[in-house]
């Protein structure tokens, strides 16, 4: 059965109970969705026992199937009560004590075991003795999970969201905070790992020995985590105020693909500790790399980082992946602020870590890499917040979490990570960058090594900046939505310049939210004519306002021209006139002069014009007439958002439509793509490179010169691994794919098998997707099927298969025969993911509506999968509507009658 299985109900003689620690204040305060301690929780642990502090003890072999393990709790008893309930999940409970006296073992279902005391427990000090065997996974990754690498099989631990209660019965809530110590019984020729330093080593009999840890610094139970196996320890030195040792955790031999890694991190431990002025609040930082990117995790003392991240071949070594290594690692180091320092109290408050340790990565990736211009990176995560929140599906930022499914559902990766980034981005330019830095500074003093709610981090705003500027904030984040803000200049002789300011819901025309929606909104405003540009912000929060700007009104001159969206910080759609955003985007037209529009102002005007085509406010082909503009814009980084203007909805046309949308968009980008080619010239810029990354790859599906030079290049490469930068590896594999043949998909099928770096295995595994000749197409979609491969590096295809004209309806059959075969492999996080994925996919009504049948029945069984798939599907609906509704202009862009 699921849930904690009974082995042995105490039979034998009771373990010896450990002496209780002083009363903890670790427990969460009781709420109405805590269950009485009589029955089996629901979901919450009842509060009537609270964990003070753990002590255990596990045998971890990584080829056994199990690890056994002793786990001792020093509790205390805050209300009377005869059973005692942990969170267990698939673990055997081999005998269980309290107080030394033999406790009776209850099951109680997937999440939990109660043990029953053979009398009332009172308020007072408590010792929890349970001796239990946990399963090693070796298929999903989740839990204590094993990994067979070319130097043996190694053993990691992947405990969130809810995940420490599949490898030992204890309190697996974020409110219960802790000191954790840990021994391990190990092969005496492995390494030993956990959050804390280890003390001492002991040999041990049968070739074993005992790793006995520190004690950590109180830690929830989703950031506890070990690894055992035949690692490499790498010194990397050490760093920061406390001269922290970093030490880099490898499978053995890979130490010269460290090298990148070696020299950043220090950089980065730095300019953390420089921003929240505070040493690195933990004894070490081991960086153990794991096999996979979704294995990254924030655990204090052992961060983990995926392969693909961390080890870096130097002939793989280009910008794309240093920041890729970067950009991660700086959000996991500010979770040991962001999370391990100051935690959530409960899931509903999973922003507290998330968003704002998104919101670090990027001001802590520009302190260590200040040439890299990351920040612009804002716009797009703004960009894809913003399209998730047209959806009336979308759930706001902080919502109530009563079920396993909301907890899923809380580490929204668009709306918890990427809104809540950009809504605590816009706040900080509201109030300025060196007042909201001192205002985290506070709030992590405030609540060093405790939790935190909303509450009391809007507290702290309200302290730190006014009431008003709390009670905007809540606008944002307890409400879905974005705003969208529209402003009109007002001039008239002898008064002061105004500017009329209106808000509302930002939706596609069609869709009404049924409830009245009103943001507090920081609206900062650029303007200025030809000789001087100022910028005012103000509050918005009624509908509508009228206000005047300041530095135009001292001067009485009306400005010529307005940007709403200052730099670009701000969560909200603007209103945009093309003709004003046609000069804008034009550098030398004298708008664009006097404006100087920076280049994230221009990347969110493109964003804002798209937005505008699917609001029915702009015509398709009045947008599609600015790519040209926007293609030769000075930036490179702009010009890359051309792609998105030029974004047709290719997958709901007809095939005549779509035959000349391929046309277009051949006529429209083909000159520059053959331009950039597919190799770097030397001594290019990184932004030009990326752009070639993005431009080259989609032309080259439609230009047979293009595809010929890729099909050239990837021979070459498949031959001598030589002659391509990394990033541009798999862009030419895919296209050399689009049009090979049997011989070609059996090169990359043995390439990608008998690869030994992980990168190289997934990157030309996925490249399998790119055939679209149907019986080629059909043998992809049997790796995936493989069970000798890892659904990790293959479930995509899937995905990828149903993207192509030429092979959707084979992969609907797929999908409709295997889901559940390919489900029944995965995480529960992974499974959601892969089920948004598909329920996206398509434009069309009739495929719309069967991958709707397919996907939404299993959504229901798969925590935090259906708000993914409901999302998905609305904007597939969307889409849809869009198609029909700009049928016209789309009909006269293409010239199809």
Known sequence: MRGALVAVLAACSPPDAVRPAPPSPAAPPRTAAMESSDAPPALRLPGDVAPVSYAVDLTVIPDEPSAAGRIRIAAEVVRPTRVVWLNATDLAIDRAALDGH?????????????????????????????????????????GIYSERETTGSYVYTFFSTIGARRALPCFDEPGYKVPWQLTLHVRHDHVALGNAPVVRETPEPAGMKRVELAATPPLSSYLFAFAVGPFEVIDGGTAGRANTAIRYVIPAGRAGELGYARQITPRLVAATEAYFDMAYPYDKLDIVVVPRSWGTMEHP????????????????????????????????????????LVTMAWWDDTWL??????????????????????????????????????????????????????????????????????????????????????????????????????????TGVAGAFGPAVAAAMRTFLEQPGAPRISARLRCAPGEPVRVELAQQRSLPAGVTDPAARLWSVPVCLRYGDDRDSFQDCVLLTTATAVVELGAAARGGSCPSWLISNADAVGYYRSTVDPAVA????????????????????????????????????????????????????????????????????????????????????????????????????????????????????????????????ATRLADRWLARRTGLPDDLVAPVLEAAARHGDAARFDRYLAAARAARDRTEHHRLLHTLAGFTEPDLASRALDVVLASDLDLHDTADIVVRVLGHRETRDLGLAFLAAHLDELLARMRGDDAALLLGKLAGAFCDPARRARIAEIVAPRAARIDGARPQVARALEQADQCIALVQRQLPALRRILDVR
């Open 102 to 142: 033999p406790a009776r073992v209850i099951a109680g279902g997937d999440d939990f075991v109660g043990l029953a005391a053979d009398r009332e427990l009172a308020p007072g000090a408590l010792a929890i003795d349970v001796a239990f065997r946990a399963p090693i996974d070796r298929v999903r990754s989740r």
């Open 301 to 340: 003392g052992l961060v983990a980082m995926g392969q693909p991240l961390a080890l870096i071949r130097p002939d793989q070594e280009t910008r794309e992946r240093r920041e890729w290594y970067t950009n991660i690692l700086a959000h996991e180091l500010s979770h040991c602020w962001f999370g391990g």
């Open 353 to 458: 870590n998330e968003a704002l340790a998104e919101w670090a990565d990027l001001e802590l990736t520009a302190a260590a890499e200040p040439t890299w211009r990351v920040r612009d990176e804002r716009v797009a995560m703004t960009v894809r917040a913003m399209r998730a929140d047209e959806a009336l599906s979308t759930q706001p930022i902080r919502r109530p979490v009563t079920s396993r499914d909301a907890i899923a559902a809380s580490l929204d990766g668009a709306i918890t990570y990427l809104k809540g980034a950009s809504v605590m981005r816009m706040f900080e330019a509201f109030v300025g960058r060196d007042a909201w830095r001192g205002f985290l500074r506070g709030y992590l003093a405030a609540h060093a090594w405790g939790t935190a709610s909303a509450e009391d981090f809007l």
């Open 582 to 709: 046609r000069l804008l985007l034009a550098p030398d037209a004298p708008a664009a002069r006097s404006a100087r529009p920076t280049p994230a102002e221009r990347m969110m005007l493109v964003e804002d014009l798209r937005a505008a085509v699917t609001r029915d406010e702009l015509a398709l082909d009045q947008l599609l007439d600015l790519v040209p503009a926007i293609i030769a814009d000075r930036d490179d980084k702009v010009a890359r958002t051309a792609l998105d203007a030029a974004a047709l909805p290719t997958a709901g046309l007809d095939d005549a439509m779509y035959r000349a949308a391929q046309a277009w968009y051949r006529k429209t980008f083909g000159a520059r793509a053959a331009q950039l080619g597919w190799r770097p010239g030397a001594n290019e810029s990184a932004e030009l490179h990326g752009l070639r990354r993005h431009l080259v790859p989609a032309v080259a599906a439609l230009d047979p010169a293009l595809a010929a030079e």
